[in-house]
């Protein structure tokens, strides 16, 4: 870290420039930025592109390289299917899902048909090492030919075999191939955004960098998340209460302060200290990850008092720029991971069930409004304080919608675990009788017989949306 001699005009000039960045002051909406740090330059993910079809022409002629040729014979899915017209309308719906995301597509210059063809195109992955292949097979001959690429490449692969181009069941070595997904479907554009969307989120995590500011640390620290190799910089919280207490108060610091309880529907026991000290601890938050050039962060929070930054968390996390509580390593890049993969922000919270309704009870502090992405509307909240030590500090009561989908998620480093299940919201009780956070969340999970069995351990992240299969795509 360092010199500190400059940390007052540092917060009002780099960190407010942030802050202004992720709320502009003067809208009537929540903020709408994106899990990237400005500036900062990643490199996009190479996804090569292959289309597996012979020509028309190549058919006619006999040079099919499969059993039919000596009949001039189209295979499934016939010469109706027309390959060179759904190939470029394939193409138009990979560039429309891939648009803003961190992909770079490599098309191959002709479809694939022979053997040789596969030889020279394996070849060029093993001397280009891309970081995943999309492969797309539009004939029912051409499936041993792919075959060879799925024992080989050692990236992620995404096949995508549409029905009617093969013939009774489809191949298991496409159904089973490891690190694959297989996509067997009519046109599911969905489904392939899934798979696309995890590559993206591979790229994303794998460039970042985490800021962890905890309690235990007497200096400076680097460390390293394992699986997706993401540098971890850890700071004490001496440096944050230390920016913290020589901020002062500006005025753009009262307008945000104004913003936020003019856009709450209610305010409950709370003193206008608790509204100032929030924007500082804003104010204090963009400054460190500025400093630390960070894409996320993490704060052992608890113990802050009247510095806690809930309300700086809850917006962050609602424009994808993940801030986790209590120093919470698995929790962070669970919000990390469901910002890349989901496009939303996560709600981290403490877990607990409702066994005599089978329910899932979801509390915490810092759940951002915009529950359905940085561009979705915000959903209604209130502002009261948090919920157990003195002073109150301020703190986001959100209303989550009766009937809207949630995805459960809990990445677990070291152990290359990643738990997911979907559900619906029941409702976001009210307080009493319902205890524990400023916001909270009762959902039902489904087909779960037992509520209790799901418990992945503390912090699990909330999600607004059905997500649990671009989970497991991932995974």
């Known amino acids: 870290m360092g010199t500190l001699c400059d940390r007052r005009v540092f917060l009002e000039s780099s960190a407010l420039a942030v802050l202004a960045a992720a709320w502009p002051l003067g809208c009537r909406t929540l903020p709408a930025t994106s899990f990237v740090r400005p500036g900062r330059t990643r490199a996009p993910a190479v996804i090569r592109r292959a289309f597996f079809h012979p020509s028309q022409a190549t058919v006619l002629a006999g040079e099919c390289e499969d059993g039919w040729s000596k009949e001039k014979w189209s295979t499934w899915p016939g010469n109706q299917f027309n390959p060179e017209q759904q190939q470029a309308r394939f193409m138009e719906q990979v560039g429309r899902i891939a648009a803003g995301l961190d992909l770079q597509l490599a098309l191959e210059p002709a479809p694939l048909s022979t053997a040789a063809e596969v030889r020279a195109f394996l070849a060029s992955l093993a001397a280009a090492k891309p970081d995943a292949v999309l492969l797309v097979n539009f004939w029912n001959s051409c499936s041993g030919k792919v075959k060879p690429i799925l024992d080989t490449f050692p990236g992620p692969i995404i096949l995508y075999h549409p029905v009617g181009a093969n013939h009774q069941l489809p191949p298991e070595p496409f159904r089973t191939a490891a690190h694959t997904q297989y996509i067997h479907s ?3 554009w969905d489904a392939l955004e899934r798979g696309l969307r995890a590559v993206h989120a591979w790229c994303r995590l794998s460039q970042s960098r985490l800021l962890r500011v905890s309690g235990r640390l007497r200096k400076e620290a680097d460390d390293r998340e394992a699986f997706f190799g993401m540098p971890i910089h850890g700071v ?12 002062t108060v500006t005025p753009e610091m009262e307008r945000l302060a104004r913003q936020v309880r003019r856009q709450a529907r209610w305010v409950s026991d709370l003193q206008e200290q608790a509204f100032l000290d929030g924007v500082r601890a804003h ?11 960070a894409d996320a962060i993490t704060i052992e929070c ?8 809930c309300l700086r968390f809850a917006l962050n996390n609602g424009a994808l720029v993940p801030c986790g509580c209590e120093n919470d390593l698995n929790a ?7 910002a890349g993969l989901f496009g939303r922000g996560g709600f981290q919270h403490n877990p607990d069930f409702d066994t005599e309704r089978n329910l899932y009870y979801a509390s915490h502090c810092t759940c951002a409004p915009r529950l359905r992405g940085p561009t979705g509307p ?15 500090s301020l703190a986001l009561d959100v209303q989550w919608p009766a009937g809207e989908s949630v995805t459960l998620l809990k990445y677990q ?6 738990c997911a299940w979907s559900g619906t919201v029941v409702d976001s009780p009210a307080c009493p009788p319902a205890g524990g956070r400023a916001t909270r969340v009762l959902a039902r999970i489904h087909d ?23 989970a497991k795509v991932f995974a």
């Open 236 to 247: 004490p919280v001496a440096h944050f209460n230390q920016l913290f207490d020589e901020s």
């Open 378 to 392: 915000a959903v209604p909240y209130g502002l009261r304080p948090f919920f157990h030590p003195l002073p109150k």
């Open 332 to 338: 962070t890049l669970s919000l990390m991971l469901g």
């Open 186 to 188: 009519l046109e599911n």
């Open 302 to 309: 608890l113990f802050l008092k009247h510095r806690k930054p």
């Open 413 to 418: 480093t070291g152990r290359k675990l990643l």
């Open 283 to 293: 104010a204090t938050v963009a400054a460190l990850l500025e400093r630390h050039d």
């Open 448 to 470: 779960v017989a037992d509520i209790c069995s799901i418990y992945p351990g503390p912090h699990p992240i909330l999600y607004c949306g059905d997500f649990a299969r671009h």
